[in-house]
């Protein structure tokens, strides 16, 4: 029996969704790699670039690999917020204003996702992975600089109220409608395809004044789960997860993550950093390299 998809599009989905229960051997495969991604992303993040090729060279469709993925990853999202919980405790404002965004974010990338073919996103898909990757890349000398120049300018201009404000003061009132406008727009990537969306988010916040980092990853966390909630629900709906895979993706990604936690104090961070932009440029190569000999 076919599985109904509740919205009107305009096009064919894969048709290879494995609704059925793989290969044992696959399964295995995806529970390791799952957790090694909940390893990397415990210690540094990036671990959907390590999935999501594996995913398409395990032989599924590269938007049943990104919809499984949304939906096997929010669980951990859930339990990840909790380690913030105090934090947005003191950014409440801020947590209220990042959810209407997020959600309605999430929610546009969603459907767009749902009404692209295919074909069209296996071609997308390359440059979304390496995008992400150079995001990936580029954030910790970019977080660096863009501190240093607050600093400076703290320093240059006390007379300036907004300048030199603690996180606590900025986030004690409702965020601005350019900080909406950028989650906004940061939803609707999220949405669509979830890597680097965290990175983005973080370089947002840093760009509007934060400079506490469990504070902005607390709203990055909280901003993560509110569009990759809705995005998991539409495509929950939507027939195109693979169950099995995404159940096997929960267990690896929650062992793994629980492991690395364990041992995030002892995996030098630089090296899983590395590790994480060799596998998502080469990830993104091969997908490149099969896109177009496809």
Same mark, same amino acid.
């Given at each position: ?120 996103? @296996?071609?997308? &898909? $390359?440059?979304?992975? !390496?995008?992400?990757? *150079? %995001?990936? +890349? =580029?954030? /910790?000398? #970019? ?13 240059? @201009?006390?007379? &300036? $109220?907004?300048?030199? !404000?603690?996180?606590? *003061? %900025?986030? +004690? =009132?409702? /965020?601005? #409608? ?21 990175? !983005?988010?973080?370089?947002? %916040? ?33 027939? %195109? ?54």
């Amino acid at each position: 029996m076919s599985h109904a998809i509740p919205y009107t599009i305009p096009h064919a989905l894969p048709q290879a969704v494995p609704h059925a229960l793989p290969h044992a051997l696959t399964l295995v495969s995806i529970v390791l790699i799952s957790a090694l991604s909940g390893v990397m992303n415990s210690i540094a993040g990036g671990g959907t670039l390590l999935t999501f090729p594996a995913l398409v060279g395990l032989g599924i469709a590269p938007i049943v690999a990104n919809a499984t993925s949304t939906v096997a990853l929010w669980p951990g999202s859930l339990t990840s917020i909790l380690g913030y919980r105090h934090e947005l405790s003191g950014a409440r404002r801020w947590a209220i204003g990042f959810a209407a965004p997020s959600l309605i974010g999430g929610a546009i990338g969603a459907w767009l996702l749902l009404r692209t073919p295919p074909s069209r996103f @296996a071609e997308l &898909v $390359p440059w979304l992975v !390496l995008g992400a990757t *150079a %995001l990936f +890349a =580029v954030q /910790p000398a #970019a977080m660096r600089q863009l501190q240093a120049r607050r600093a400076e300018r703290a320093e240059r @201009a006390d007379d &300036v $109220p907004s300048i030199g !404000l603690s996180d606590a *003061a %900025l986030t +004690a =009132v409702l /965020p601005s #409608a350019s900080i909406i406008t950028w989650q906004l727009l940061i939803g609707i990537y999220g949405g669509y395809f979830g890597a680097g969306a965290g990175i !983005l988010m973080l370089a947002v %916040l840093g760009f509007m004044g934060l400079t506490n980092i469990h504070r902005m990853n607390g709203l990055k966390n909280w901003g993560g789960l509110c569009m990759n909630f809705v995005a998991a629900a539409t495509f929950a709906l939507s027939g %195109l997860v693979s169950w099995p895979i995404a159940l096997a993706m929960a267990v690896g990604s929650m062992g793994g993550g629980y492991l690395g936690s364990l041992g995030a104090q002892r995996v030098p961070r630089g090296l899983v950093r590395v590790a994480v932009i060799l596998i998502g440029t080469t990830g993104g190569l091969w997908l490149l390299v099969t896109a177009h000999s496809g």
